[in-house]
Structure formats: C-alpha cells, structure tokens
DNA sequence: TTGTAAGCGTTATCAG
DNA sequence: CTGATAACGCTTACAA
C-alpha cells in the first residue's frame, strides 16, 4: 500500500500540516523537524497523491495541446517545442488531435476544459470564434496559435505571411512571369485568408487581372497538392505560390514525374513550415514560418496567463522570412 | 461559479447519489427522475469535476508516452496513431519527449507515475530494464513500444527486424556486391542491436569478413548519415545498410551532393520508419516497420492492462516487409 | 514553531 | 427504486 501524509506524519511524530509544509515549503519548519520529517518521506518511499493534491488546489499542471493534424510535420514541431517549453515550468502536456474535424475538436475543448487542464494551446479548425466559444469558459487560459478564428479577442501567437507572400509574388511578377498559379490551403482558415490576399494584392497591384483557372482550391494534403499542381500544369502556369509545405511536397512530386525543373521550366514559391528535404532545396523559393519560435511564445503565454490572470491579452505576430535561393 | 452535483440533485429534488448514479448509469434509475436530472443537469450546464472524480477513484483516464525524440516522425506517426487508439477508448494522451536523455527519462517516470497518468507507453533510452524498474512502481501498467531494455518482462510491442535485415543483405551479396556499408544507430538500443546481427549474420553466412572500416556508428541523426556516408564512400563501398530513416536522409543527401546516383553507383537498403519523400523512392530497397500497426497496438495493450490488471504480459513481436523496387 | 480541523466534489456503501 | 453519509488525501485557515 502507498503511504500517504499521515504515514509520515506519524512516523515523524509530528502533524500532516508540518509534513505537507515541508513538502511544499510554504512556511518555516525548524531544521530538525524538517529532517525528521524528511527522514520519514524517504523511509517510507512516500510521494503526494497528485491526484488529491490538484483535487484540492483545483491545479493539475496540465496543459492541453489541441491540433489540427499532428501527422503534420508543422504541427507535430510545435507539439515538440511546446512540450520542451512547459517542461521548463512543470507543466505536462495533453494532446488532441482533431484532424481537422469540428465534432473533434469540440469534444477535445469539453474535455480540457472539464478539469482535465489548467490552459489551452489551440490551433482552431473553425472558421469563427463564436463556434468554439461556449466550449471555453470565461477566463480559462486559451493562446490561439498560428490560426486566428474570426471575432477571437485574447491570446495569440502567429504568423503574418500578408507581406511576405505578396513580396515573393511581386518578385515573381517583376521577373517576367505572368501566369502564376496558386495552390490554397483549407479557404476557411485565417492563415490561409492571409495568403489569397497577399497573392490577389501583387496581381492586383501589377495590373494583373486574376484568372480563376490559375487559382486552385487544396485541402492541405500531399495528395492535393499533386492534383492541383497537375490542373495548374495543363493550364499552362510558369510558376506557381504554393500555400503550405506538405501540399508543396505533392506538387513538387508531381513536377517531377513530369520532368519540369524548378527554377528552369517552372519558378515555385511555397511556404515553408518545416525543413525540407534534400532536392527540394536548391531552386524552390521559399516563405519560411518560424514554428518554433510561435510555439515558445504561445507555451510561455499560457503559463504566464495561468500564473496571472489578471494580464492584458497580448496578440503576438511574428514575420516569416522570404528565401529567394531556397534553403 | 460553476455548477456542482450538489447543485443538481437540489436543482432536480433528488440525492446526490442519484445524479451521480445517472451520470456513470451505475443503478437503475426510474425514466421519470433520470429525466428531471438530465434536465437540471443542462440547465446548469453542468460536468462533474474531473479532478475530484480521479481523486475518488483514482483513475484520471491518462496515459503517458514517453518517447525519445518527437522530432523523429518515426515517433511522431507513433504518437499520433496511439491518441487516436486512446480517444476511442476514453484516454487522453500525455507526452513526454526525453530526446534520448536518461536524465529527462527517468522525471518523465518519476512523474507520470506519481499520479498523473494510469498508464505509460515507453520507447526506453536506457539499455536495461533495471535502470528504470526503480521508477516504475510494481503492477504499474506499462508497454514498451519499439526498444525492449535488457531484462525487461512484460507488455511490449516491437518490430523484429533481424531476419529482414539479414535477408536484405544477403540478397546484396547475391547480387554480387561484397564491400557492403553499414550506418548503424545508437548502439545500446535493441533495435540496432537487432539490426547489427542481421548484418554481420549475413556476411558471415556468406564467408565475407566483417570490414571494421565498413561499419560506421551514428547517432540516429540526419547530420551523423550524412558524414558516416561520406566516410563511407570514401572507403569505397558499393552498396549500404542504413539502420534508420533520419540517417538515411542524412546520407542520401551526401550521395546527391557527390553525384552517387543510387542503383547504379551504389546500392542502398534502408530502414523505413515512415513514408519518404519524392525522389528517394524509386531505387532504394528498403524495409518497412509498421509504425502505426504497432502503435494501435501498444495503445490497446495499456488499455487492456489497466482495466484487467490479472492479465498475463504479452509480448508481441511484428514484422517488416522488404521492399527490394522501393516504395 | 507547530497542531487542529474544515473542507474540496465525487463515488460507493449501507440502509430503507 | 432512492437517500444519507462516510470516505478519498491533501492544503490551508485558524489556533495555540
């Protein structure tokens, strides 16, 4: 049987309240009651319940990770650098995976929210805040990252690809190529939204007129990504945006079977979430979005709201960086 | 303030009981009162506190994976398919990434069986099982994934990799090639341990002595595939066993940058922890672990254990597939 | 410098 | 068929 604080208490001769202010240090203990009790812990191997512990103090130092699809190398690195991040202020992280699905995601945010978690790092596959709201009770700690639902005021941490992606366009356009196809991500998403806007902007802002068979509509896997590029191909593109890295990785494999070089029969700018592979690097151009650094700030941003909920919201956005050689 | 049950058998004219009883369908209860409880229960919006539930029971429907390296796709594919097996069965995931640190093992024990979690699934960094057995309390339900610590008895999952490996290698020799390379990974894991004899077992069988200066010892990192190929190359190899899918990205770069085309100047049979990309698929011979099947598995496992505590250990063994035209 | 005792919100054991 | 009520193991006023 496990000990438990009146085990000690009584092998030490001495109260459960002196043993569980020994334990958490949370007021002055003499030096020799300390080491009885101290002495007592270890004989008896002893260890708190967590388990009564945060059913008392209402804390489980849980941190809940609710994500799209973590077979996503983007979201599967921001899984890793979360969890370094909370480990360094004792916390553990849940993870959910709604793989993009609503029902999914609801479930998951009832779940946290429950008493299973003390903060949320969500990245929301829904469109407005408005649907996931009811799901998240007043003042529970919530840092959207890298998505930003509609009408959502409070925590964040992003990227903002606006600037960067009607850059890396305008470039292309100030080259000479004109036909430019774009690959889109899920349309409902900010982060997506962001993008159509940087590349109708540089189009726009050249005299371009937009020609909706250049533009395909992805779903932000490989495979998409491959039949898009194929469409935008046949339509007789000379170079083409692409809106996120694992769609870029279809699209690419596509060109390849076909024989088109990069960079020779056809320019690519793709967003970058994640290293590339080799091969990939040398002609495609690249919007590269600082994962790790988004998922740092939102994992100090949860412990930081948890540890004080009085704090403003705070909305941070990062910039990508635009890799003209690749990387 | 949140609802209580106690709100809600006032709220319904019932006992708590009755309310508790009707949220876990633990009794009979007449249609009549379960229909005024489930009313109140949503008129408060009500959901019991999940921190006082796993106090009482001391269940917290929690499962720790503890996994070396999240980073790794391998272990990431992993992850991802044991949250999917756990929602399923009502268990929600909690990570723990070591990054192959002994250190950063054993508090990830120390602290998912303190109370955290009801369970563990673990791909161990150590090389025997007495180094953790202190942090695993006895009858604590545990699987190992992927490793098997020497002197480990109990649940496991894992693939069984020598006959394939040793098949791959001897088919190389067949074939003709006889300097055959070999990028192993770290050194004290089972799995390698498994691959190396494959390896030496073939060579032997096929009266070749082992070239020292052919057996190159990496660090499971695509940097170290990449510098190991080139000693390797330089050692004039004609064909190479890569013991994982990281290094083998390491290496195949090299042998891009250096204009190796592989299948022609050089052979290549590669562990397959995961899908490859594009490029890498049409020559290399590799074999295939079944991440997934043996994630669904190890998650099932943890599961069966800990609502069937008298069950036997069960050891299960997979199988690779040899995929000589790639994949 | 330490002890006493009141809860925290459930579940589960008795009784009825 | 349902209700009282005693735990569960800890933290934290309040007392001394």
């Given at each position: 049987m496990k000990a438990k604080i009146t085990d000690v208490a009584k092998m030490a001769g001495v109260s459960i309240a002196t043993v569980s202010h020994v334990i958490n240090g949370t007021r002055y203990v003499s030096d020799n009651t300390r080491k009885k009790v101290e002495k007592a812990i270890r004989a008896l191997d002893y260890s708190p319940n967590i388990s009564a512990r945060s059913f008392k103090t209402g804390r489980r130092n849980l941190i809940g990770y609710v994500a799209p699809d973590i077979g996503n190398r983007f979201f599967a690195?921001?899984?890793?650098?979360?969890e370094d991040t909370l480990s360094l202020h004792g916390y553990n992280l849940v993870v959910v995976n709604t793989r993009e699905d609503y029902d999914r995601e609801i479930a998951g945010l009832k779940l946290l929210t429950s008493g299973i978690a003390d903060g949320i790092i969500i990245a929301s596959t829904f469109q407005n805040y408005t649907e996931i709201q009811p799901y998240l009770p007043e003042d529970f700690p919530v840092v959207?990252?890298?998505?930003?639902?509609?009408?959502?005021?409070?925590?964040?941490?992003?990227?903002?690809?606006?600037?960067?992606?009607?850059?890396?366009?305008?470039?292309l356009i100030a080259e000479g190529y004109t036909r430019i196809g774009?690959?889109?991500?899920?349309?409902?998403?900010?982060?997506?939204?962001?993008?159509?806007?940087?590349?109708?902007?540089?189009?726009?802002?050249?005299?371009?007129?937009?020609?909706?068979?250049?533009?395909?509509?992805?779903?932000?896997?490989?495979r998409s990504g491959y039949d898009c590029m194929k469409k935008l191909v046949d339509a007789g593109v000379n170079a083409v945006f692409i809106s996120n890295s694992v769609m870029a990785g279809g699209a690419m494999s596509y060109l390849d079977n076909c024989?088109?070089?990069?960079?020779?029969?056809?320019?690519?700018?793709?967003?970058?979430?994640?290293?590339?592979?080799?091969?990939?690097?040398?002609?495609?151009?690249?919007?590269?979005?600082?994962?790790?650094?988004?998922?740092?700030?939102?994992?100090?941003?949860?412990?930081?709201?948890?540890?004080?909920?009085?704090?403003?919201?705070?909305?941070?956005?990062?910039?990508?960086?635009?890799?003209?050689?690749?990387?």
């Open positions: 690195l921001i899984l890793e650098e979360i959207q990252i890298d998505r930003l639902p509609a009408g959502y005021v409070g925590d964040s941490v992003r990227v903002s690809t606006f600037a960067a992606v009607k850059a890396a366009v305008a470039d774009y690959i889109a991500s899920i349309s409902r998403l900010s982060s997506t939204v962001e993008r159509d806007q940087g590349y109708r902007r540089a189009l726009e802002e050249a005299g371009i007129p937009l020609d909706p068979a250049l533009v395909m509509q992805g779903d932000a896997r490989s024989g088109l070089q990069i960079g020779r029969d056809i320019q690519v700018v793709s967003m970058r979430d994640y290293e590339w592979h080799r091969f990939q690097k040398e002609a495609v151009r690249t919007i590269e979005q600082p994962a790790k650094e988004m998922a740092r700030l939102a994992a100090q941003q949860v412990v930081e709201r948890i540890e004080n909920p009085q704090l403003p919201g705070r909305e941070t956005i990062l910039r990508p960086t635009y890799h003209k050689a690749g990387a």
